[in-house]
């Protein structure tokens, strides 16, 4: 007796189903990130705004901003670390992906992986890369974006996290 699926699914749709899958966790990772940002950034801004109208302070109120600081601080803090975390989980997810467009011969996540690149190292990645197809293609893609304007979701947690804290700090 030989066993046999019940059902019979392509190698390809398989794939396919789990990109869809892949997309969905780097949006709703990407979500989580900005969501938890919309809590804590206003919350943190509210607080040094309240203590930062008047300044001159009694002693109970300067230690009651001090606690407000580093508690503000401390929530900065843990959400950058937070989202640096499922930051992670996103590239081991994108990764993915690029290994599946490069089985079904999909093109989105690598087009941004390429864009992504200074326009030097655009150049120099068509100028290495063998397969005549792939080259085509991102050269057309090169001469059609020329400089693109990369900031990344890193440099911008960075940079917001620190403002704050430096505003906390204060």
């Known amino acids: 007796m030989t066993t046999e ?7 390809q749709d398989v794939l396919i189903e789990e ?5 969905l966790t780097v949006s709703r990772l990407d979500s989580l990130i900005w969501q938890m940002a919309s809590i804590l950034f206003p919350i943190t801004l509210a607080g040094l ?16 901003l001090v606690t407000i600081a580093i508690g503000s601080s401390i929530l900065l803090l843990n959400w950058w ?3 640096r975390h499922w930051a992670s989980y996103q590239k081991v997810t994108i990764y993915r992906m ?17 864009v992504r690149l200074e ?9 290495i890369t063998t397969n005549i197809e792939e080259q085509n293609r991102l050269k057309k893609l090169n001469d059609f974006f020329g400089k693109f304007p990369y ?3 890193f440099r911008s ?8 804290l430096l505003v906390g700090l204060h």
């Open 5 to 11: 699926p019940i059902f019979q699914t392509k190698p």
């Open 151 to 153: 900031f990344g979701l």
């Open 157 to 164: 947690m960075r940079i917001v996290t620190i403002y704050l």
């Open 19 to 23: 990109y869809k899958i892949c997309d």
């Open 49 to 64: 705004a309240y203590f930062g109208v008047n300044p001159s302070h009694t002693t109970s109120e300067l230690f009651t």
């Open 119 to 127: 326009k030097k190292d655009r150049d120099y990645r068509i100028k």
């Open 81 to 83: 670390l937070l989202s």
């Open 98 to 114: 690029r290994e599946i467009e490069l089985e079904i011969g999909a093109w989105l996540y690598r087009y941004t992986n390429f």
